[in-house]
């Protein structure tokens, strides 16, 4: 027979062993050599970064970088294509493409754009990880690219690339009477200290765990999804303090999106007045399901769509990306190639 207070004791050891990795989350972990060998990179463009001081804005012909963040086949490829046709020059194009899932090698002018990439996973660091690793690479490719817009695989332009590129190059950010002190090119990061279920969100981790390097009301929440000029983009892969933060494991997984957070609250402790506080990436949340924005299906696209999806809250701007569409929307969205790139 076993003595109670023993088996008592037995059982208690054996909660110690188990119930963690029962209760641990589940998120995929960022393995120390894959770690090692993002720090290798992102010192390579740092020091970069000091040789190409004088290829920001002064060049007569400053770049787009097109930063695409995948896990599946890039449905949109031809959209794409017809989007950058005519424009060789102005632009650089990288992809960040998930190893564990098979792609389809797009070809056009996708064909060699492909960079090293690591597996990743919704709402966890591993998507930090990977906008890190796309900026990283563009610092380090051409000292022309001078602004920097992260995509995803379900994202479309919205109006013509000249159009963009005026947008981002020819005129200051517009905005209701800017001081003259702010700078001429900011980033187009949403940047929000007002979103709901906020502390739970910075509660993630524990409620101290971010602390002392981020405050609660340093805390901010925006969309993945950015143009950022080449200023931030250093700053982000210069970045170790705010990452050691971020990168720390959830145990609250209802209330984990570091993607959501990391870069709005990086950028707006290092330059507050260098974020225009917005994204140019439209995203519809009507009817989001499991955190997922609304997915737009091919009976939906149409003129008056895409004319809808360009619109603002502000008459100063326009948005010139937008997102979640479904791989059927493509022939439709194609078909109205000439409408869309015409302005």
Not at 264 to 292: I, K
Request: proline share 8%.
């Amino acid at each position: 027979m076993f003595n109670p207070q023993f088996l008592l004791l037995f059982l208690l050891f054996l909660s110690f062993l188990f119930i963690p990795s029962i209760l641990s989350p589940k998120h995929l972990q960022i393995s120390l050599p894959d770690e090692l060998d993002d720090v290798a990179l992102f010192r390579r463009a740092t020091l970069a970064a000091l040789d190409a001081a004088s290829a920001k804005y002064s060049k007569s012909n400053p770049k787009i970088a097109f930063l695409f963040l995948t896990n599946s086949d890039l449905h949109f490829a031809p959209l794409w294509e017809i989007f950058f046709h005519g424009h060789r020059g102005l632009y650089n194009i990288y992809v960040h493409a998930d190893p564990s899932a098979t792609i389809a090698p797009p070809g056009g002018v996708f064909d060699g754009r492909f960079i090293a990439a690591k597996k990743t996973q919704r709402a966890s660091p591993t998507l930090i990880s990977a906008a890190r690793r796309l900026l990283a690479t563009a610092l380090l490719d051409d000292p022309a690219n001078s602004y920097f817009a992260l995509v995803s695989q379900h994202c479309i332009p919205l109006h013509s690339f000249r159009y963009m590129y005026d947008f981002l190059f020819r005129h200051p950010v517009p905005g209701p009477r800017l001081p003259s002190s702010l700078p001429l090119y900011r980033s187009f990061i949403e940047v929000s200290s007002t979103k709901p279920k906020l502390w739970d969100r910075y509660a993630a981790r524990g409620k101290d765990v971010m602390l002392p390097e981020v405050p609660f009301n340093r805390f901010r929440a925006g969309s993945q999804f950015f143009t950022v000029i080449r200023q931030h983009a250093e700053v982000v892969v210069r970045d170790r303090r705010l990452w050691r933060k971020f990168k720390l494991q959830c145990y609250n997984l209802n209330s984990c999106y570091p993607e959501e957070h990391y870069f709005p609250t990086l950028l707006s402790m290092e330059d507050p007045d260098g974020c225009t506080g917005y994204t140019l990436t439209r995203v519809n949340w009507t009817g989001s399901v499991g955190g997922h924005p609304h997915t737009y299906g091919a009976a939906e696209v149409s003129p008056l769509l895409i004319h809808r999806l360009r619109q603002s809250n502000s008459t100063t701007y326009s948005f010139m990306f937008a997102r979640k569409f479904s791989p059927d929307c493509l022939q439709p969205l194609l078909r109205l190639a000439h409408l869309i790139f015409t302005d």
